[in-house]
């Protein structure tokens, strides 16, 4: 009577482990993977700690690359000893014996490893689940060099489509390999720009240009290794592109001339995150981004303008703070005729140079102190106007023009100076002819 396959599967594992035990490399196979792992967790324990950069957790204002290098601390062990157990296992092929058990070891430190990067470098929850639960079974399989046999059962799975085939094996390699890409695109734009971003040796036009052409060179790199994952002939799409792209030129004309706008906008730094602009239409804000595409104005109200990067270019634009933040603005009010001006002029100026955004002050030049003239003689009084200098825009947080209103109103008050009125006098021509009607 035969023996069934699960009695026989389970006499052959015993009569190989009884081998196994009976054999002197496996005993030095297990030492040698106790040194290897010592050896790899001191290393790791001693390059982590020795180092600034990979032993103390970083803030969130930190440098981009000293996150990195704490998040590379955290896969030192892995990494070592799966560099160790290569060496090893090379070492036991040149000595004529088979290190099965170090190379099972290796294929365990490997999914170790895969596992450690994902915990390091992928924050978000979702991709992080679906990196372990494909790249892992992926990653097993070809270790145990399954994957090609898997490969051969998709790739029998097909649908013809006139003359083109689509095998399953296909779509799950675009799939998996294109969100692969689509992510590590995403996350290396974003490393990459706040890299940029924090070189202090750069004035902020030169990293928002460094910034987009960073971002527009890794869209191409990615675009291209999405193809040829495709397996679209890039040759051919060299030609057949040279035809479409005639046709996109025509109809993404306003694309493309928005996105060459905001290259020579950054380049000739006649604008720059920060400044506060006012359009021909009278939108004003302050910009905060550039786009590929466009800029986004911040106005006091909340509100956030998306502005054609063209339109900066193509229509009248007012800088108020491109070259200098200081800034002059006026404040008019009116006294009466009676008032003694040039006394009331000196109060003016006194009373406008204490308010602590008003710049002011000795050592101040003369023509940027604040300033009370006449502007007119109106019906009802003297008008007169205050000059005055200050840092930023009078609007929002800044708004200087409103209190300065209110402290000459009270100075004025505080001095007996009333503000005029308009005031009419009628006079009777002829008294007796009215009084006899």
Not at 99 to 116: K, Q
Not at 184 to 201: D, M
Not at 351 to 375: K, N, T, Y
Request: proline share 4%; aromatic share 10%.
């Amino acid at each position: 009577m035969s023996s069934s396959p699960i009695v026989t599967t389970v006499t052959d594992f015993l009569h190989t482990a009884e081998h196994a035990l009976a054999d002197t490399s496996t005993y030095i196979q297990l030492a040698i993977l106790a040194t290897i792992y010592m050896i790899s967790y001191l290393a790791a324990y001693k390059i982590r700690h020795g180092i600034g950069l990979t032993h103390n957790e970083p803030d969130l204002t930190a440098h981009p690359v000293r996150k990195l290098a704490f998040r590379v601390g955290g896969i030192l062990f892995p990494l070592l000893a799966i560099v160790l157990l290569q060496i090893s296992t090379k070492a036991g092929e040149k000595l004529e014996y088979t290190p099965w058990l170090i190379e099972s070891a290796l294929a365990i430190a490997v999914l170790l490893f895969f596992n450690s990067l994902i915990r390091a470098f992928v924050m978000h929850k979702f991709v992080a689940s679906m990196f372990r639960w494909i790249g892992l079974p992926i990653l097993l399989l070809h270790l145990l060099d399954l994957l090609p046999a898997v490969i051969s059962a998709l790739e029998e799975v097909s649908l013809n489509v006139g003359n083109v085939s689509v095998s399953a094996y296909g779509v799950c390699r675009v799939l998996i390999f294109g969100s692969f890409l689509f992510w590590l695109g995403r996350a290396s734009n974003n490393f990459g720009k706040a890299v940029i971003r924090k070189q202090e040796s750069l004035d902020v036009p030169t990293k928002e240009v460094f910034s987009k052409l960073f971002e527009v060179g890794l869209f191409c790199i990615v675009v291209l290794l999405l193809l040829n994952v495709m397996g679209v002939n890039l040759t051919t799409l060299a030609v057949f592109g040279g035809a479409v792209g005639v046709g996109l030129g025509l109809g993404l004309q306003s694309i493309a001339s928005n996105f060459i706008s905001g290259i020579i906008i950054l380049l000739d730094r006649s604008l720059t995150v920060g400044d506060f602009v006012e359009l021909d239409d009278g939108q004003k804000g302050f910009v905060r981004e550039f786009r590929m595409r466009y800029a986004v104005l911040e106005t006091y109200d909340g509100k956030d303008i998306l502005v054609p990067n063209e339109k900066f270019i193509s229509s009248l634009m007012v800088n108020w703070t491109h070259k200098d933040p200081k800034q002059r603005y006026r404040v008019d009010f009116s006294v009466p005729y009676a008032t003694d001006i040039r006394s009331m002029v000196e109060l003016i100026k006194e009373a406008v140079a204490e308010h602590p955004q008003v710049i002011s002050g000795l050592d101040v030049p003369f023509e940027e102190r604040p300033d009370c003239e006449i502007d007119s003689f109106g019906d009802s009084g003297v008008n007169m106007f205050v000059e005055f200098w200050m840092l930023g825009i009078d609007d929002g947080k800044n708004r200087v023009g409103g209190d300065l209103l209110l402290i000459i109103f009270e100075t004025l008050r505080a001095n007996g100076i009333e503000i005029p009125f308009p005031q009419r006098e009628v006079r009777i021509l002829n008294p007796e002819q009215q009084n006899h009607k």
